[in-house]
């Protein structure tokens, strides 16, 4: 359970550096769930405590990796048929400048 969390902990706050809010509350949930669960599940002091300690040690690897391994949205744009040929006649243009710059801003981070 530990370990599913940390996985979605490592894509929600990926995700949430990228588009900050989002993903916010997701992330903020399963840090919180990750040090409830062994504290409210375990009744064993001794296996508490370790549980604890593995959802630390899980929260800081998944932060880390996604810090490392920052997340990127791909998507495939353009696409080249018979109905919809792609040619060099193609012009590209963006209407609101403003736009232009917060793109490059973008793809520069």
Do not use: Q, W
């Not at 706050?13 to 399963?30: A, E, V, W």
């Not at 963006?94 to 520069?108: E, F, G, P, V």
């Amino acid at each position: 359970m530990i370990i599913f969390l940390g996985m979605h902990l490592n894509g929600f706050f990926g995700k949430s550096m990228f588009c900050f809010p989002h993903h916010l509350l997701s992330t903020i949930f399963c840090v919180v769930t990750m040090i409830i669960y062994p504290l409210a599940i375990i009744k064993h002091r001794k296996a508490r405590n370790i549980g604890t300690i593995v959802s630390v040690l899980v929260i800081a690897v998944a932060i880390i990796v996604s810090i490392i391994i920052p997340y990127r949205y791909n998507t495939t744009i353009l696409t080249n048929s018979e109905k919809h040929p792609f040619d060099d006649t193609y012009k590209v243009y963006l209407k609101d400048k403003n736009m232009a710059t917060y793109i490059s801003n973008m793809m520069k981070n």
